[in-house]
């Protein structure tokens, strides 16, 4: 029955990946291309982003350790399953009759079942988070993906205890090997030591798979093996490099060192299970596992995801000097999931991507801006058209609230240059219009006061004449006639006076209103015209 529901999670696992991740699985040596490597990257960080929601807002138990440490056992036990021996020597839950079912998939070979960080409630109130091995090397594209799965599945928790298992046989085997790797293992996971002495209070080792008893061939019998002598070896270390820091090492982690039996045997000094739930539960948990857990990469990983990462840099920054909005957006997902990385060179191409969008957002403003100030108003519409397919897009894509605001700026502010040169550009034309008819009737006042001078000039030669004409009569008129013809001319003399100054009046009254009412008119209007280029910023006067 369990072998069924194991192969049938991996199968549910293996129907949620792309093709190129199952083939990967199957070889891991075969080689990849980059947009291969990709899509498995990509396909297994979705997978396990589904799974890391899981851990939102809970009090996470983390296990850790190298594949064969037994965390996915560990975690069946802690959940309260019943452990059987079978027939082919290896350790089963026992699900039988209404005992508790397991939770996590049990491997018995050296290769890895635990594809991406599983997290599982268990019926003690915890909850399970059984890692990858850390050392597991499924190829550089899923271990990146692995790290990264880690990292959000940490964050997302509301806190973190974390239990480190170790295979009991590692600890001497290969001078130590499995207690290098383990310190190894929590230095790169919290950062440093001093990270590791900070944090001690939330971290425990548990020795795995140390036999209860064992034989000794010195008393020639079965003896108990006391939990005291494996923790003292893990404590001190053995083989060499082992030294000071080992020790400091050890001192951070107190007395949460233990020896424990899935089956709950050895003797008083072994952990059994509602002694290792106690413990865990009244250990301090790390409230900030967001800014306390790092990613942990071989150097192999980090040249690899070096390179893939100044690809899709590449990628996404031609894709938008193309226009291939939803190219470049594709990429920028990619990039955006491996932001979690901890990687200065990771950190620093992901920002100079979008530090990139977004000067290509201010070209497109400063651009388009020009185009209105020049009129072509058609390339200015084809500018926008382009923000606005760049922003649906990037739309949610980075987190970056600013970059969108970028974009909708830039096309705000283009949209709003053309409609205000078209707006000036509409009312210079007016302006001009009113212009012309008030230049007109302003030539038609000045020809009205023209016409009215000469008509003055016309009439005073005439008066004048007149005045003449009787002066040479009244010289040859008799001395009788001479003083009616004087008469006369005094007559003539003042009705020319009268006429001219009315003329004259007449005349100033036109000169008067031309200048105060038409001239200040046009004047005015000339100043309306200028304004109105001003307001358009460059706007040509019709």
């Known amino acids: 029955m369990l072998w069924v529901q194991v192969e049938q999670a991996k199968a549910k696992f293996l129907l949620e990946v792309p093709k190129i991740v199952r083939e990967k699985l199957e070889d891991l040596n075969k080689q990849l291309t ?25 009090d996470l138990l ?43 998939e049990i491997g018995h070979t050296m290769k890895s079942q635990t594809l991406f960080p599983q997290v599982e409630k268990t019926d003690t109130g915890l909850v399970l988070c059984d890692c990858p091995g850390f050392f597991d090397n499924r190829g550089w594209e899923i271990n990146v993906a692995n790290a990264v799965n880690i990292k959000n599945t940490f964050c997302a ?17 290969d001078r ?35 036999k209860p008893e064992e034989y000794n061939p010195r008393k020639k019998e079965i003896v108990a093996i006391a939990a005291e002598s494996v923790t003292t070896v893990v404590r001190k270390g053995h083989g060499d490099g082992m030294g000071k820091e080992y020790e400091e090492f050890m001192k951070a982690l107190g007395n949460k060192v233990f020896v424990f039996d899935v089956m709950d045997e050895g ?11 106690r413990q865990i539960k009244a250990a301090q948990p790390i409230l900030d596992p967001a800014d306390v857990f790092r990613t942990v990469l071989t150097t192999g990983d980090e040249r690899a995801l070096r390179m893939l990462v100044s690809d899709m840099r590449k990628r996404t920054t031609t894709a938008v000097q193309d226009l291939r909005f939803k190219d470049a957006a594709t990429a920028m997902q990619h990039l955006s999931q491996l932001k979690p990385i901890d990687s200065n060179f990771v950190q620093n191409l992901v920002h100079d991507v979008e530090d990139h969008i977004k000067s290509w957002v201010h070209i497109q403003q400063s651009e388009g801006t020009r185009e209105a100030l020049a009129e072509l108003f058609d390339h200015c519409k084809k500018r926008q058209d382009s923000l606005e397919k760049a922003k649906s897009a990037f739309h949610g894509l980075t987190g970056d609230l600013t970059l969108e605001a970028a974009i909708s700026r830039a096309d705000a502010s283009i949209g709003e240059a053309a409609e205000r040169i078209k707006k000036a550009k509409d009312e210079m034309k007016k302006l001009a ?15 009205q006061a023209d016409t009215m ?25 008799s001395d009788e006639e001479k003083k009616e013809l004087q008469a006369e001319q005094d007559t003539l003399r003042l009705e020319m006076r009268e006429e001219l100054a009315k003329k004259d009046l007449e005349r100033a009254k036109v000169e008067e209103l031309w200048k105060r009412d038409t001239e200040a008119q046009v004047e005015a209007q000339r100043k309306a015209l200028v304004s109105a280029g001003n307001a358009g910023s460059g706007c040509t006067q019709p």
């Open 176 to 210: 130590g090997r499995g207690l290098r790797e383990m310190t190894t293992m929590l230095q790169e996971l919290l950062g440093n030591l001093q990270k590791v002495k900070e944090n001690g209070a939330s971290i425990f080792v548990g020795i795995s798979q140390a």
């Open 267 to 277: 003797g008083d000094d072994w952990w059994k299970r509602d002694e290792i739930l």
């Open 62 to 104: 983390v296990l850790i350790g190298n594949t064969g440490a037994g965390k996915s056992t560990f975690a069946n036990y802690l959940h309260g399953c019943t452990m059987q021996w079978v027939e082919s020597g290896v350790i089963e839950v026992d699900e039988s009759g209404n005992k508790t079912k397991s939770i996590m």
């Open 157 to 173: 928790a509301k806190s973190v205890r974390v239990v480190a298992l170790i295979n009991y046989h590692s600890i001497k085997a």
């Open 433 to 447: 219009e009113q212009l012309k008819v008030l230049e007109k009737m302003n030539q038609e006042h000045k020809t």
């Open 453 to 477: 001078r000469a008509e003055h000039a016309a009439l005073e030669r005439k008066l004048g004449e007149d005045l003449n004409k009787l002066t040479e009569r009244i010289k040859a008129a």
């Open 34 to 58: 980059m947009d291969e490597s990709i899509e498995c990257m990509m396909g297994c960080i979705e997978a396990g982003s589904r799974n890391a929601l899981n851990a939102q807002g809970k």
